[in-house]
């Protein structure tokens, strides 16, 4: 089993990302998404996508982030817009299987000027 992210990067306030992960190895995929963590702060969800397109953001992305799974539904995408410092943290993607979550390694969003 492997998550594969990309696209993390350096971005200047008010700059876009959009990062990418791709899962292989899992059977069946209920849901797909992106937690985050800054440093000295715990992990928390960012973006979740489900198998039936149920889509959840926290409060704090909505309206500046957009989740999407691609056709295959083992790749999920974010698109990070009107990005700001406190968007900076580690970016884990994250696959729901039958019994178990699936972590990627995590890609860093940092947003400083």
Aim: glycine share 14%; aromatic share 10%.
């Amino acid at each position: 089993v492997q998550l594969q992210a990309s696209g993390g990067g350096l971005v200047q306030p008010g700059g876009s990302l959009r990062l990418s992960c791709e899962a292989s190895g899992i059977f069946t995929i209920a849901a797909m998404g992106w937690y985050r963590q800054a440093p000295g702060k715990e992990r928390n969800l960012v973006a979740g996508i489900s198998t039936d397109g149920a889509i959840d953001y926290v409060d704090s992305v909505k309206g500046r982030f957009t989740i999407s799974r691609g056709n295959a539904k083992n790749t999920v995408y974010l698109q990070m817009n009107s990005l700001k410092p406190e968007d900076t943290a580690v970016y884990y993607c994250y696959a729901q299987g039958m019994v178990r979550l699936y972590w990627g390694q995590g890609t860093q969003v940092t947003v400083s000027s």
